[in-house]
């Protein structure tokens, strides 16, 4: 049996708690708020990176922004292409590596969301892909990025919870993502979370999807030190949620969303990173 990245079906069940009309609302009030001089009140493209299902991009698609996805799972690839198509939107889908790919075109505006990032597992995997990305959007474009909150890490209590349960479809799906058996190496900052999903439909049948995610804890200085290492990006923004634009360090903050903007400096040159594995989709927080 495949793991999560090799089911799509289930982990866009897993994740149907996200309303992405409400974060795509949020990104664009930020665009509107953070981009550089020139840019029109609304961004004209959008790359999302490590997309898996590839709902954000799907949704802007769908409100006239030309929209590309990339992702290193072709299971997820086909996915998103396939949705796109029934939702009667063009989407342009890439097969790629994050950390280092060429799309041969600039977006006003990059996104990733549900801590994809955190299968970016080393410190040259986060500036590879930074400078990467940074080739990719126009001086004065935004990179909005979503990443778990550090006190889910450095805290006594979490700001996420690791099981829930999400109707679907007239059935429902419960969902474990880690908890506190799954413990995070000290000197790494990875943890193996896992990952159980089921789906029951609304005939009574079941299935269980099953599976062990290495996921990187990134705190918000060693962001900051990438971004400096990488080059092409400023950090103009940190917010702690979606909906009220919470500061990173308020009570009520659960995310680390990151609103970087493209400089007029260029990116640093390329750098080597190892290969990385098929969990490059995201984590489903």
């Known amino acids: 049996m495949g793991g999560i990245y090799d089911e799509p079906e289930f982990y866009a069940i897993a994740c149907a708690y996200r309303d992405v009309r409400g974060d795509v609302a949020a990104l664009l009030r930020w665009w509107e708020r953070h981009r550089g001089d020139g840019y029109p009140a609304a961004p004209r493209s959008v790359l999302e990176l490590a997309a898996g ?3 954000h991009a799907r949704l802007l698609a769908s ?3 030309s929209a590309t996805t990339l992702d290193v799972n072709p299971v997820m690839c086909a996915w998103a292409r396939d949705r796109a198509a029934e939702a009667g939107v063009e989407l342009t889908v890439t097969e790629a590596d994050m950390r ?9 505006l990059a996104i990733t969301m549900l801590n994809s990032l955190c299968h970016l597992t080393a410190l040259d995997d986060m500036v590879a892909h930074l400078m990467s990305l940074a080739r990719h ?3 004065g474009g935004l990179y909005i990025a979503e990443l778990a909150h550090p006190a889910d ?7 996420t919870s690791s099981e829930w349960v ?3 479809d007239g059935g429902s799906a419960t969902v474990r993502w880690g908890g506190p058996g799954d413990l995070i190496d000290p000197v790494t900052q990875v943890v193996r979370e896992h ?3 089921t789906y029951r439909t609304a005939d009574g049948s079941a299935r269980t999807v099953t599976d062990v995610v290495p996921n990187r804890f990134w705190t918000a200085t060693e962001l900051d030190a990438a971004i400096r290492l990488a080059g092409g990006f400023e950090t103009v923004a940190r917010y702690g949620d979606f909906d009220e634009d919470l500061a990173l360090d308020a009570p009520g903050a659960w995310r680390l969303i990151l609103v970087l903007r493209r400089t007029a400096a260029a990116p640093r040159g390329r750098i080597a990173a190892a290969p990385l594995g098929r969990t490059a989709a995201g984590d489903g927080d």
């Open 166 to 168: 999400t109707e679907v």
């Open 153 to 159: 890490w450095l805290t006594p209590h979490p700001r």
């Open 63 to 65: 409100r006239g922004l």
């Open 53 to 55: 299902p590839a709902e």
């Open 137 to 139: 959007v126009a001086p």
């Open 100 to 108: 280092d790919f060429t799309l041969g075109s600039q977006f006003d």
């Open 195 to 197: 990952v159980a999903v």
